[in-house]
């Protein structure tokens, strides 16, 4: 059997959870009855123009991109000759959500004036993707083998 | 002998040299390759995600959607929809900037109106809690007012002034849906007064009497009382809505139909 690094691991889980919370937004996104919000205030949030992109809604995205950031583990594991690349794209990805996930706090906290809780949540898992796949980059794109 | 050794072991020591410098190059190209494909991700990540939140940026003030001619066949009573004497009473309470009174007033409003405001089982108010103002911007202050009070100007506080100064004209619901349909982010300018006003034109006020009405704060008094009763009920966020005197755990159209129907004794 293959062996999974701890950073693999941990990019694998927080994508896993990712597609949880991205999954349950998206319900609640098309039955507003099915979101329960602890802390905050979700409806405004999940109601506000920035909850879409040309109709598009971000739950839909975040939920995409968790299961592409999943699927790539996946294909690393498969294929550890494609590691370094696949690395390379699985951190590009994390990247790009990570900053929407800033920008979306950011319209959170200064213009929707409301906290989701689960978007929060989402935004720190994004965040735990990004850092383990950097971890990932560092080990397996840019370690070039030495003479040995 | 002895000299042949020699230049065999020189060649082979330069042979090595040369293998080692092609391995070193190698590992080069090798490593730029690598950074080249991670720089080139990130850059397309980075690009990607600027053209987003360029799409969706804060701050772009919408078309004003005008609304005329609101619920022609139902009683009207200034921001009072449906026949004073129906069994239940849904109150209302909202902010203009709220987005989620907006997808209620949008997508709920006129099922709640023809399904039971119509058929005179439910009286329904719409009451301002106008709290998302932002009153930290000194954008255009009240004269004497102090900045951080509840009198400063704010988009919020200054679109529940225009629907009320809209409602002695009669005009609150026509007024009151507009600004739903014109909403654009929060304390952006959708609100400003300059916009209000043009609401005023949109839906085709008495400019006149309106601007009486809006610039001289008539109606101030009068939000900020709403907003004060909206906070000692307490309403916990907007949309909130009070049906027969009791706050009802509001998650979505559904749950409002719901504490009606149990207020009508079940009944649909």
Redesign the interface.
């Known amino acids: 059997m293959r062996g999974v690094s701890a950073w693999a691991l941990a990019s694998a889980v927080c994508a896993l959870a990712g597609v949880g919370v991205a999954g349950y937004l998206t319900v609640a996104h098309y ?3 099915a ?1 329960v919000c602890g802390l905050g ?1 979700c ?2 949030v999940q ?4 909850a879409e ?2 109709g598009v809604p971000i739950a839909v995205l975040g939920l995409g991109m968790y299961l592409a950031l999943l699927g790539l583990g996946a294909a690393r594991w498969r294929r550890p000759t494609w590691a ?2 696949l690395t ?2 699985a ?3 994390a ?2 959500g990570a ?2 996930a800033a ?1 979306l706090t950011y ?1 959170e906290v200064a ?3 409301a906290i989701c809780q689960w978007c929060v949540a989402s935004a720190l898992l994004t965040v735990g993707v990004l850092a383990a796949e950097g971890i990932g ?1 560092a080990r397996t ?2 370690a ?4 040995g | 002998m002895g000299k042949g050794a020699g230049r065999r072991d020189r060649r082979q020591a330069a042979r090595v040299a040369r293998e ?1 410098q092609m ?1 070193a190059r190698a ?1 080069a190209a ?2 730029r390759r ?2 080249g ?2 720089g080139g ?2 850059a ?3 690009l ?2 600027a053209l ?2 360029y ?2 940026r ?1 701050g772009q003030a919408e078309e004003i959607e005008a609304r005329t001619g609101e619920y022609p066949t139902v009683p009207q009573a200034g921001r009072v929809l449906g026949d004073a004497n129906a069994p239940v009473t849904v109150v209302e309470y909202g902010d203009y900037q ?3 009174c ?2 209620f007033a949008t997508e709920s409003e006129d099922d709640l109106v023809e399904d039971y405001v119509a058929t005179g089982r439910v009286r329904y108010e719409y009451r301002d809690f106008a709290f ?1 103002g932002d009153r930290t911007l000194d954008r255009t202050p009240v004269p004497g007012a102090t900045p951080g009070t509840d009198d400063y100007r704010d988009e919020s506080t200054r679109a529940a002034e225009a629907a009320a100064c809209a409602a002695d004209q009669g005009r609150f619901w026509d007024v009151h849906a507009t600004l739903f349909a014109s ?6 300018g959708a609100f400003e007064d300059d916009r209000l006003r043009a609401v005023a034109d949109a839906v085709g006020l008495d400019r006149a009497a309106f601007d009486a009405c809006f610039d001289g704060r008539v109606k101030l008094g009068e939000i900020l009382a709403m907003k004060e009763e909206a906070r000692a009920i307490p309403v916990p ?2 949309p909130g809505f009070v049906v027969n005197g009791q706050l009802i755990d509001y ?5 409002l139909t719901a504490a009606i129907d149990a207020a009508l004794g079940g009944q649909s």
């Open positions: 039955d507003d009855a979101l205030d409806h405004t109601s506000s123009r920035y992109i040309a370094g690349t390379a794209l951190f590009a990805l990247l790009a900053l929407y920008f319209v213009v929707i004036d980059v794109t840019l070039v083998p030495t003479d | 080692r391995r590992q090798a490593r690598q950074l494909l991670v991700a990130v397309l990540a980075v990607v995600v987003l939140i799409a969706n804060p709220c987005p989620g907006g997808q998302l909403q654009s982010g929060e304390n952006e966020s907007t998650r979505g159209y559904d749950s």
